[in-house]
């Protein structure tokens, strides 16, 4: 280890510095929302949403997935939506659109 500090904890030191907040969690239903809606697009489109999509729905769908994986590999997101989101999206919840 060494006094190594890995990214995860990196970037909280780093906001705790800044004086930035971490970004608020959606309630059960907002969240319920969203993952709905990306379960749709997935049926539909048979991908991840990209957030650089020049549709603007897609492109918030592919903002918000990013945001829960800053929030899972930060340490803030709960383990039921973590398992929502990998039985939804699979492998595919890991790579980067």
């Known amino acids: 280890m060494g006094g190594e500090v890995d990214n995860a904890m990196w970037r909280i030191l780093s906001r705790q510095i800044a004086g930035i907040e971490e970004p608020r969690q ?38 918000w997935i990013e945001a829960q994986r800053r929030a899972d590999h930060g340490g803030v997101l709960c383990p039921e939506r973590r398992v929502r989101l990998e039985g939804l999206l699979g492998p595919r919840w890991f790579s980067r659109s």
């Open 26 to 63: 959606l309630d059960d239903n907002e969240f319920a929302a969203l993952l709905g809606r990306l379960e749709a697009f997935v049926e539909e489109c048979g991908r991840v949403p990209e957030r650089t999509a020049k549709e603007p729905d897609e492109a918030r769908l592919g903002l």
